[in-house]
């Protein structure tokens, strides 16, 4: 679905897999910048080598005509380098170490420091609900989730809300508030109620942004400006699209262009087009900029990443730093090792080509519709990794592997922490989950295999595989439609009983089905657009001169 392919990071969202590349190629990642002598100290010149091939392949298959790399550690930028072009139609324009991408859902981690330096000023607290500082943010579809929502379970994703993140040209000030009180109070719903699982969706952080602001007393993209970028050093970012117009040297992605995007209807089938994104239709959205509209550097990204390593009093208290990169909610239930703090990923090891190490590893990235980016951090080795790149759904992961592996600071493998696969009896997970879009979604036993029975995608001749396959992570299951797999989880409540199938796209509560109507009649406008995140853009439709 369109809705979530933009600013997505989470493992069980349904956006389209982009090739991962593979190889080494002649043209496409040539150096547009220079490396610094601190370079050549941390990295050998044999390493040079593996990363710059790492590039090339990751650059193969991928949108993206140029990338931009940072590394940081023991105090200072130790690693800078640029590729390709900052235009995918313009072989001249180079990127440079000074060049401009936006960086998607990386800017969740300074939407949570805004709000806790609101918290730190006690202007707002942690379990502050929505209701509490912006009663006019009353969602009519879930009266009664304004009050359950507070601000730790919005930073941490467990604010139950679907995912709707508005993607057309609406970049005033005002209308973050204006949006939140007007067109996302009167359509949006909670899928869960607050707090019943971890379940990513762009809108807690939007909503997030707005206490913020209110408390604040000034526009949210102010608030990042004056109180985080500027204390912090961040000289090369950017809350706003307008200004980065302004200064120059900026990215011209390659993604989608949406054509006529409905207001809301998060079901509604859009219309698009894929190619070169000029900077005027690189749209900023006042409502999604906390979720991820900022743009920046990777130096400047990396330098962040140390941050939360060492932290700054004078910018936010370490105990409040702290909530940020502590685990507030697990991503599977049944998993411990992944949690997720307030704009992080968290884990405690990190597997790479070269073993399995047992070090606290902190992740994020972000996709807009144009741009990727990735962000790794690893603490207690004191080293912070940021990859820019001007393209939709890019991975970079071979890439920021050979900057680690290459490194030298991962030493003594360990053997792969176990991961919980035993299945769930089945007898506790069969019922009926209602969803509030597509209705029913009824789970049977056929022969010892967990099975799916969907009307929406029956009435819409959709193409699934009615068997729910085990994922290798106990309670998850992956669900093929038309070719593409999505993973669902089974999710308990406090008392143990399972009550939610989630998937990023939608939750079902699970029900007695004859005790509740479904809210729209027809889920087949859902199932539509669902499928057509599950079909892959042509990619050979247009010329790419640097490819």
């Known amino acids: 679905m ?3 392919l933009l600013l997505a990071c989470a493992t069980d969202t349904g956006s389209p897999d982009p090739d991962s590349g593979g190889g080494d190629t002649a043209d496409t990642a040539d150096s547009g910048g220079e490396t610094g002598d601190t370079a050549t100290a941390f990295y050998s010149d044999d390493t040079i080598q593996d990363i710059e091939k790492a590039v090339k392949a990751d650059m193969r298959g991928h949108y993206a005509s140029g990338a931009q790399i940072a590394v940081w550690h023991g105090g200072a930028l130790v690693y800078v380098q640029s590729f390709g072009t900052k235009d995918p139609d313009d072989e001249t324009a180079l990127v440079d170490d000074a060049t401009l991408f936006q960086i998607g859902s990386d800017t969740k981690k300074m939407t949570a420091i805004a709000a806790l330096q609101q918290v730190e000023a006690g202007k707002l607290s942690l379990e502050d609900s929505v209701a509490d500082v912006v009663p006019a943010v009353d969602l009519v579809e879930s009266p009664t989730w304004s009050e359950e929502a507070t601000l730790r379970l919005l930073l941490s994703h467990q604010g139950g809300l679907v995912d709707y993140t508005p993607w057309e040209e609406d970049n005033d000030d005002a209308r973050l508030a204006e949006i939140a009180t007007t067109t996302f109070s009167e359509n949006a719903w909670a899928m869960a109620q607050p707090g019943a699982c971890w379940n990513y969706a762009n809108p807690n952080f939007s909503i997030a942004g707005l206490l913020t602001e209110t408390a604040a007393e000034k526009p949210w993209a102010d608030v990042v ?13 950017y809350a706003r699209r307008d200004e980065v117009k302004a200064r120059g040297n900026y990215a011209i992605g390659t993604g989608y262009t949406i054509v006529d995007p409905d207001p809301f209807d998060a079901w509604d089938t859009p ?9 005027d239709d690189t749209v900023d959205n006042a409502f999604t900029r906390p979720a991820g509209m900022v743009w920046s550097t990777a130096s400047d990204m990396a330098s962040f990443g140390a941050f939360f390593i060492h932290g700054d009093p004078s910018v936010l208290s370490d105990s409040l730093r702290g909530e940020i990169t502590t685990g507030q909610v697990r991503t599977y239930p049944a998993w411990d090792a992944q949690t997720y703090g307030m704009g992080w990923f968290l884990s405690d090891w990190i597997s790479t080509y070269d073993g399995v190490y047992a070090t606290p590893f902190w992740s994020h990235g972000g996709n807009t519709l144009t741009m990727t980016s990735l962000t790794w951090v690893f603490p207690e080795k004191d080293l912070s990794i940021s990859i820019l790149s001007n393209g939709y759904g890019d991975d970079f992961t071979n890439t920021a592997l050979a900057l680690v592996s290459g490194s030298g600071l991962l030493t003594d493998p360990v053997d792969a922490p176990d991961v919980p696969d035993e ?5 506790q997970l069969l019922g009926d989950y209602w969803d ?6 009824s789970i049977t036993d056929v022969d010892g295999a967990l099975t799916v029975s969907a009307p929406g995608l029956d009435a819409l001749g959709a193409s699934y595989d009615p068997v729910l396959e085990p994922a290798g992570i106990t309670d998850v299951y992956l669900f093929t439609l038309e070719g593409a797999g999505y993973d669902v989880t089974f999710i308990p409540d406090d008392a143990g009983a399972y009550r939610w199938l989630r998937n990023r796209q939608f939750v079902g509560e699970r029900v007695d089905v004859n005790a509740i109507a479904p809210a729209h009649a027809d889920p087949t406008a859902f199932w539509t657009r669902l499928l057509l995140s599950a079909v892959e853009p042509d990619r050979t439709a247009r010329p790419y001169t640097t490819r």
């Open 436 to 441: 509030h879009e597509i209705g029913t979604v």
């Open 2 to 4: 369109l809705t979530v």
């Open 271 to 279: 219309k698009y087009t894929v190619g070169t994104v000029g900077i």
């Open 225 to 237: 400006e004056d109180d985080v970028f500027t204390p912090l050093g961040l000289a090369d970012t």
């Open 423 to 427: 299945e769930t009896d089945h007898a």
